[in-house]
C-alpha cells in the first residue's frame, strides 16, 4: 500500500515497479485492505489513475510506504501514532457513518500493528525498487 502526497511520484515509481519482472501491480489509484485475516490482504480496485491501471489480484500486505520525493532512495520507520494519522489520511472514509468511521480506525489500528510501515524518499531512478524490495520482508 502506499501514501501519496504528490501524484508524479506516484507515476514515477510505477513506471520503474512496471518494468521488473514477476511483480503485479494493483492499482494506481485506491487499494482495499482485508484486515479480517492474517496476513492482512491486499485487494485491487476497479478505480483507476491516471496510469489506467486495475487488477482485480490480492496478495499480503508486506509493508507501507509513504512516498516522498528525495535525492536518492532512503527508508525509515514510521511507528505508532504518526503511522496511523498518515494512514488514516490517505484512507476513504464514510464520514457520514459513524460507526463506519469507528471501524476504520480499528482497521487501521491493525495495519500499524502488524505490519511494518516506512517513510520512503526516493528519486526517479531504478535504484528505489531495490530498497523497496529489501524492506517488503
Given at each position: 500500500?502506499?501514501?501519496?502526497?504528490?501524484?508524479?511520484?506516484?507515476?514515477?515509481?510505477?513506471?520503474?515497479?512496471?518494468?521488473?519482472?514477476?511483480?503485479?501491480?494493483?492499482?494506481?489509484?485506491?487499494?482495499?485492505?482485508?484486515?479480517?485475516?492474517?496476513?492482512?490482504?491486499?485487494?485491487?480496485?476497479?478505480?483507476?489513475?491516471?496510469?489506467?491501471?486495475?487488477?482485480?489480484?490480492?496478495?499480503?500486505?508486506?509493508?507501507?510506504?509513504?512516498?516522498n520525493r528525495g535525492a536518492a532512495?532512503?527508508?525509515?520507520?514510521?511507528?505508532?501514532?504518526?503511522?496511523?494519522?498518515r494512514l488514516f489520511s490517505c484512507?476513504?472514509?464514510?464520514?457520514?457513518?459513524?460507526?463506519?468511521?469507528?471501524?476504520?480506525?480499528?482497521?487501521?489500528?491493525?495495519?500499524?500493528?502488524?505490519?511494518?510501515?516506512?517513510?520512503?524518499?526516493?528519486?526517479?531512478?531504478?535504484?528505489?525498487?531495490?530498497?523497496?524490495?529489501?524492506?517488503?520482508?
Amino acid at each position: 500500500m502506499r501514501s501519496v502526497p504528490v501524484a508524479a511520484a506516484t507515476a514515477a515509481l510505477l513506471s520503474l515497479w512496471a518494468a521488473t519482472a514477476g511483480v503485479s501491480m494493483l492499482s494506481d489509484e485506491r487499494v482495499v485492505l482485508r484486515t479480517d485475516r492474517t496476513p492482512i490482504v491486499v485487494y485491487g480496485t476497479p478505480w483507476q489513475g491516471d496510469a489506467h491501471l486495475a487488477s482485480p489480484a490480492s496478495g499480503p500486505l508486506a509493508a507501507v510506504f509513504f512516498l516522498n520525493r528525495g535525492a536518492a532512495p532512503r527508508v525509515a520507520p514510521v511507528r505508532g501514532s504518526q503511522a496511523a494519522a498518515r494512514l488514516f489520511s490517505c484512507a476513504f472514509l464514510p464520514f457520514h457513518d459513524a460507526g463506519a468511521v469507528g471501524r476504520t480506525m480499528t482497521a487501521v489500528e491493525q495495519v500499524i500493528g502488524g505490519t511494518p510501515c516506512y517513510d520512503l524518499w526516493f528519486a526517479p531512478d531504478r535504484s528505489v525498487v531495490d530498497v523497496v524490495a529489501r524492506h517488503m520482508g
